[in-house]
């Protein structure tokens, strides 16, 4: 009697607390911190995108440019859009896709660091605390400034044990309270019984309660390539499948060694050519050291690299609008489980690994994850191996500070560093921070090179391409005015904004009655042929470009990517002019793509991982049914391969109809 009374006393204790400090705090706050106010589209904003043949002409032909960037990720194209922005005759050259790396294999979370803030508490760590808060004002920002591509979301903290509802409240308040205004909406506690009406799928034996709070969410890769266009429409010259091939030198007055540009190959077409700067910025992520050393080969390296892997399952794994987060896995990691694109995505992982331009998800991390979502799902939900849809890694750049005396400690934010020869280099950092690491970098290159811009950082409340007109009903005009329907309508909305409507233009005719254009990619998805044309004006230039960060279909479904490829390739053909050997070439690219990076080898490892006990007899016929599902010897059957099969066999000489019902 007196534990129920116990936990009746505390549960009230807690919704009061909620509601009397939660309000007290953020009414405080409120008044003591400004709001963030989107500033107006610059004057210097180009209507007209210029083509990558334009952009790479100028690159090759200016004699010298403000700013140089090497790195075409977050953090790269967030420095060019700042330089930008500034006046600066600014480059940035990517030796693969915009977001090709790191930026497009995170948790897709716009947050200020829950865990951060913790430390900062328990430890009296000011630095930690001044991180968080940073983060937290650019969540704000990021939020306000790319509204079609980010947005508010709740996140689930489970409780299983009484006591520690008031223990994890508190530092939930406090994030409350670190965002100040910016807070994007309160957090709560929420009863057993409500949480588990939010999130069905959640293990209820000795639940007794969950704590709501929330920080964004965002298409990581849609809003890099949104960061490149922003810095080309600012007058930017920025070029993917462009690399660095070593950094030009020269002594100065006083005879020191100074960096004033790179040479480069242009990889699509394989065009060499020198760009002049007056400032280099290396923004490489993991290659930090790989551009550091080709400005000092005898400099020690200092981003030690680590892979973090994520996996995508079905939808009905989570809810649509409620993610959760396992603050403390049997290693002592954290772990998200995050509805994203209408799937849903578990990760991450944190473990060293060596440099690599094709990161792989590993076998022993993938059971991790699966191991640990385990733990938190009622037992009716049986986690399959086979249920995963794709499985990626992404490998974080962990940076120690050249700056300091203690280079062997790793920082816990982002460094900038200023080298001998004036190579400015950026690392470290995270997602949401790019901006402000981005202004930090940008300022260092005006005071080290000497640079003029024409105006301070206006970054802040800068809205980024597509962003500027889009409001959460834009679909519903699209929908109308192209005869689109509805779910690409608010797909296409949401990754292109107020440039959607240029995206519909280039659609084909389907022949049907409705909808009238928007022919479908892969019928599981809402990406549409239009899409890939569009790509190719933003600069896209291989099927991977494509499937990977135009759209995100290999991210959610690798399968799905490996049957939508020949109708990407032949749609790039059409566009680019490609003969049929680049054709094949970028098929079997895409295909190792899909394999090596993508997860889609984890389902052939599973035919030797997971056992199966069959007489012989039994073999040798599912071998054959098999063969005469897979008539193109892939090695696999998908849902098309069924399709084609019902049309002309009859099924209930293969499957039960409970099965063929299910199928």
């Not at 600014?90 to 865990?115: C, M, N, P, Q, W």
């Not at 007055?253 to 480069?264: D, L, M, S």
Request: net charge positive; glycine share 6%.
């Amino acid at each position: 009697m007196g534990t129920k009374v116990n936990r009746k006393v505390l549960k009230t204790l807690a919704y009061a607390a909620t509601g009397a400090l939660g309000l007290g705090a953020y009414t405080y706050y409120k008044s003591q911190n400004s709001v963030l106010q989107a500033a107006p589209k610059p004057a210097n904003w180009l209507t007209e995108l210029p083509s990558r043949e334009a952009q790479v002409e100028s690159l090759s032909t200016t004699p010298e440019f403000d700013i140089l960037i090497i790195g075409g990720g977050a953090t790269g194209a967030g420095c060019a859009v700042d330089a930008a922005s500034r006046g600066l005759k600014t480059a940035l050259v990517e030796k693969y896709d915009f977001s090709s790396g790191t930026s497009s294999r995170s948790t897709k979370l716009i947050h200020g660091g829950v865990r951060y803030l913790q430390k900062a508490i328990m430890q009296f760590d000011i630095e930690q605390y001044r991180m968080v808060k940073e983060a937290l004002t650019e969540r704000a920002n990021l939020i306000n400034i790319a509204p079609h591509l980010s947005y508010p979301f709740p996140i689930m903290l489970p409780v299983y044990k009484l006591w520690q509802i008031p223990y994890f409240w508190v530092g939930i308040k406090a994030y409350d309270v670190v965002a100040g205004r910016q807070l994007l909406k309160p957090s709560y506690f929420i009863s057993k019984n409500t949480a588990l009406e939010l999130f069905p799928m959640l293990k209820k034996e000795s639940l007794v309660g969950a704590i709501v709070y929330y920080d964004g969410q965002h298409n990581d890769a849609r809003m890099n390539i949104s960061l490149a266009m922003t810095a080309a429409r600012l007058g930017a010259n920025v070029a993917n499948h462009v690399a660095v091939t070593e950094l030009v030198h020269e002594e100065d007055e006083k005879g020191q060694k100074k960096v004033i540009g790179a040479k480069c190959i242009d990889k699509y077409t394989g065009k060499e050519f020198s760009v002049k700067a007056k400032a280099i910025i290396n923004a490489t992520g993991p290659y930090t050291d790989t551009i550091r050393k080709m400005d000092n080969e005898k400099i020690p390296n200092i981003c030690q690299p680590s892979s973090g892997v994520h996996i995508v399952l079905p939808d009905y794994y989570s809810p649509q609008n409620m993610g959760l987060l396992d603050p403390s896995t049997s290693d002592g990691r954290v772990i998200f489980f995050l509805p994203w694109q209408k799937h849903t995505m578990a990760g991450t992982t944190d473990t060293p690994c060596a440099l690599t331009d094709y990161p792989t998800p590993a076998e022993d991390d993938v059971n991790f994850i699966i191991n640990e979502i385990k733990n938190y799902l009622n037992n009716d939900v049986q986690v399959r191996r086979g249920d995963i849809l794709s499985a990626w890694s992404g490998i974080r750049p962990l940076v120690s500070d050249p700056n300091k005396a203690d280079t062997q400690s790793l920082a816990r934010n982002h460094i900038v560093h200023v080298s001998d020869s004036k190579l400015i280099t950026i690392a470290g950092g995270k997602w949401t921070t790019y901006r402000h690491m981005a202004e930090e970098t940008i300022d260092a290159a005006i005071e080290a090179c000497g640079l003029k811009p024409k105006n301070e950082c206006i970054t802040k409340g800068l809205f980024l391409e597509g962003g500027h007109n889009w409001t959460p009903t834009s679909y519903i005009r699209l929908a109308q005015d192209f005869g689109i329907e509805t779910e690409v309508a608010i797909h296409l909305s949401n990754t292109y904004g107020d440039q959607a409507d240029k995206v519909a233009e280039l659609s084909s005719l389907t022949g049907k009655r409705w909808p009238v254009v928007g022919v479908r990619l892969h019928q599981e998805f809402p990406y549409i042929d239009a899409e890939v044309k569009y790509a190719v004006k933003e600069y896209a230039r291989s099927a991977v470009d494509v499937i990977a960060r135009r759209t995100r279909m290999s991210f959610l479904n690798v399968l799905a990517a490996d049957e939508a490829l020949p109708k990407i390739v032949e749609i790039m053909a059409s566009e680019l002019k490609w003969s049929k050997q680049k054709q094949q070439e970028e098929l079997e690219h895409a295909k190792e793509f899909l394999k090596r990076e993508m997860g889609l080898n984890l389902k052939y490892q599973m035919k030797t991982t997971v056992p199966i006990n069959f007489s012989k007899e039994e073999i040798s016929t599912y071998i054959k049914r098999f063969r005469s599902l897979d008539k193109s010897n892939k090695g696999y059957i998908t849902h098309k391969d069924l399709r084609a099969f019902f049309k002309v066999n009859t099924v209930l000489q293969y499957f039960e109809p409970d099965l063929i019902k299910f199928i």
